[in-house]
């Protein structure tokens, strides 16, 4: 069995006397682009913050690449999370910076790249998401939904990296927006050969995104299958989560 890029394995997490996650295994093999479904509040968000390692589970291991995060400290896990970008539910833009500025924050501040560098490696990546030099000096407050959702999404591929994280990445956006937004993740994560991980609760973007989804109920993984398999598998937790009941 080949080792996978991403893995829980039996991670558990509690807040106060609420268990979030307990007992969880999912692995993630390289170049697979991964949707997690399941209803409100089961911990979707809980398991990105884990493999970036933005806390630490009570119990298992999250690994990367078969090493265990967090645990390595320091200059270590902050080069392996560097080779991580990711696409917040809101977009999570800095309203006081310009848009090539935000594309480009991690670059200038965490790579140290002289900011005419990084406003070139912005454009690009803006250009790869179909948005123009035009908005580069323009502030996220003048731009739409979508285009910041966008913004968002090239600030996340700027850097090239090796797995891309997406928090609800259509989520408030109209039916035709979304649509633009999950072609550009397929085409970005195609482009860059990179492994994806994906939280949803929009089944179309699912379906469109992943090449395998994993539902998440009561805390652990009870479900995973390709996107078809969710019109015909029986588990009735999934026939609930997709038939609205």
Do not use: Y
Not at 100 to 111: G, H, M, Q, S, T
């Amino acid at each position: 069995m080949t080792r996978p890029k991403l893995e829980w394995r039996k991670v558990g997490k509690r807040f106060g006397d609420a268990t979030v996650l307990e007992g969880l295994n999912l692995r993630i093999e390289a170049g697979r682009s991964t949707v997690i479904i399941g209803g409100s509040g089961q911990g979707k968000s809980i398991m990105v913050k884990l493999a970036l390692g933005l806390m630490a589970p009570d119990s298992g291991k999250v690994l990367l690449d078969g090493r265990a995060l967090p645990g390595f400290g320091g200059r270590t896990q902050r080069r392996l999370l560097s080779r991580s970008g990711v696409l917040f539910q809101s977009a999570a833009l800095f309203d006081s910076l310009s848009v090539w500025e935000n594309v480009a924050f991690r670059l200038i501040n965490a790579d140290r790249m002289p900011r005419e560098a990084a406003r070139r490696r912005a454009l690009d990546a803006l250009s790869r998401v179909r948005l123009g030099a035009e908005v580069a000096d323009v502030f996220p407050a003048d731009l739409s939904g979508g285009m910041q959702k966008r913004v968002g999404l090239a600030r996340a591929i700027a850097a090239d990296p090796e797995i891309l994280f997406f928090d609800e990445p259509t989520t408030g956006l109209d039916p035709i927006t979304a649509a633009v937004i999950n072609e550009l993740i397929v085409d970005q994560v195609k482009r860059l050969g990179c492994t994806a991980v994906s939280i949803t609760h929009d089944l179309a973007s699912a379906r469109r995104i992943g090449d395998q989804i994993a539902m998440l109920h009561g805390g652990a993984i009870v479900w995973q299958g390709a996107p078809g398999e969710l019109d015909t598998t029986r588990h009735p937790d999934v026939r609930r989560f997709v038939d609205g009941g």
